[in-house]
């Protein structure tokens, strides 16, 4: 059969990684897939880069169009990020009748249900395995692999960045801010961090596993974030002697109300896998009624891990080049016009268990006052810690962890916690889950 021909819009990382290992592994490849995957054309505003990289024969051009307009070019692989030109030339090569595999969990987050109805109207497909967790197929492990399964929850640490940085807090005991620097020299964090420790990054990629799980349109407007900026190492220290570990989730559930849809800093008990993750790497739970929680781990991103998720998806779209449309393996799992209409859930109406922590003037009365604006707000305490104030200090610290509650309850409790002239400092919050994994 003749080669499939590619057109790669962009040689940054994982673009250079993914034309590395086509090249390196094209024969493994092309058993896999049935036959030959070639990459015809390289678009890339750096010529000088491209021609470096690009064997002879390959054309190399600085106008991306030209390979979303070329028929020669089956499946268009865009991995030049951002929200304006990417979606011009996805939707510019979907109406040209190409295929199109993508990293650009951004452009999908908030654009994905115009471009998936594009595709569908074309028959062409949009696989996106690269946009989530990097090298693990945890996008073909939930439309695929887990589809006999009605899915309860997801959670996962799907941004390395934030990962790194609360791992190296807690590790070496270092501030926030110190580690945030580490991390930017390290490479692992930009020059403005923001999507990554406000937690967007995550929301990004927890938006598109939950339309996947749950049959639900792409909804990123609907995402609670928040980030790890907060967080200071005495909230590590002292979920360390609480037996919990902190880390920066993207969690979605199924519950009666509708879809719970979130990204926040979460205290998961330290005997649990995924609590057990450290540094840049990543690593979903997925809970099936069938098969129970599953855990997936490995590399969140990097040149290579990246580009085995991109050529992964190559594979597949050769696979099913000559399949009838109507019988591929829909984009977000469930059929098109099967999607369901069930709400995503206020962050407000969530219930989950809380850690709080705060500090106080040490006097007579303070923890009975806390404790009646606690129970007040229909909130229960689990446990409840009362630090020794230093030598040359009148204030103390005060941890509680309460049971399951409603997030517009702890959010009247602490509002009214922090009005009290004994409270010297903001209320830190950390949500808990248990994750039985």
């Known amino acids: 059969m003749k080669p ?48 470096n990289l690009a064997d002879s024969g390959v054309i190399v051009t600085a106008d991306a169009h ?6 020669d070019i089956d499946i268009v692989v865009e991995l030049i990020g951002g929200q304006t030109i990417a979606k011009d030339l996805i ?5 040209n009748g190409k295929h199109v595999v993508t990293a650009n969990k951004a452009l999908l987050a908030n ?3 115009e471009i998936f109805a594009a595709a569908r109207a074309k028959g ?15 996008i073909k492990a939930l439309r695929e692999g887990l589809t006999a399964n009605r899915i309860t929850w997801i959670a996962g640490i799907i941004n390395g960045t934030a990962n790194f940085i609360l791992s190296e807090m807690r590790e070496k005991g270092l501030s926030f801010e110190q580690v945030l620097a580490q991390a930017q020299k390290l490479g692992y964090a930009e020059a403005d961090p923001t999507y990554d420790i406000e937690g967007i990054d995550a929301a990004h990629k927890i938006t598109l596993m939950s339309a996947i799980a749950f049959g639900i349109p792409v909804q990123f407007s609907k995402v609670y974030t928040e980030g790890i900026t907060k967080l200071t190492g005495e909230d590590i220290r002292y979920a360390e002697e609480l037996g919990y570990r902190i880390k920066l989730l993207g969690i979605t559930k199924r519950v009666a109300k509708g879809i719970e849809l979130r990204v926040h800093p979460t205290l998961i008990p ?3 896998l995924i609590a057990n993750v450290e540094g840049v790497m990543n690593a979903v739970v997925v809970n099936g009624d069938a098969v129970g929680a599953t855990l997936y781990y490995g590399a969140g991103a990097g040149a290579e891990p990246t580009a085995s998720s991109v050529i992964a998806d190559l594979v597949d779209v050769t696979r099913m080049q000559t399949a009838d449309p109507m019988h591929r393996v829909p984009t977000l799992s469930f059929q098109p016009d099967s999607l369901s ?6 962050m407000e109406e969530v219930e ?12 007579p009365g303070v923890m009975a006052e806390i404790t009646r604006i606690v129970a007040e707000n229909n909130i229960s305490i689990s446990a409840m810690i009362q630090k020794e104030a230093s030598s040359d200090s009148d204030k103390v610290g005060i941890i509680m962890l309460t049971h399951l509650t409603a997030e517009k309850n702890i959010n009247a409790a602490i509002a009214h916690i922090e009005s009290l002239p004994v409270v010297t400092s903001k209320v830190i919050r950390v949500r808990i889950e248990e994750l039985n994994n």
């Open 91 to 95: 939707l510019e090569a979907i109406a």
């Open 66 to 71: 030209e390979i979303t307009k070329n028929p």
């Open 111 to 113: 654009h994905g249900t």
């Open 124 to 138: 062409v497909i949009v696989a996106f395995e690269a946009a989530v967790a990097g090298g693990i197929p945890i």
């Open 352 to 363: 989950t268990s809380y850690y709080l922590r705060l500090q106080v003037i040490d006097k």
């Open 341 to 346: 209409d069930t709400p995503i859930i206020p």
């Open 270 to 272: 330290m005997r649990r």
């Open 4 to 51: 499939i021909h590619i057109g790669l819009l962009g040689i940054g990382t994982v673009g250079g990684g993914t034309y590395t290992v086509l090249k390196r592994n094209q024969e493994e490849i092309a058993r896999r897939a049935g036959r030959e995957i070639v990459v015809k054309m390289i678009a890339d505003k750096d010529l000088d880069k491209a021609r």
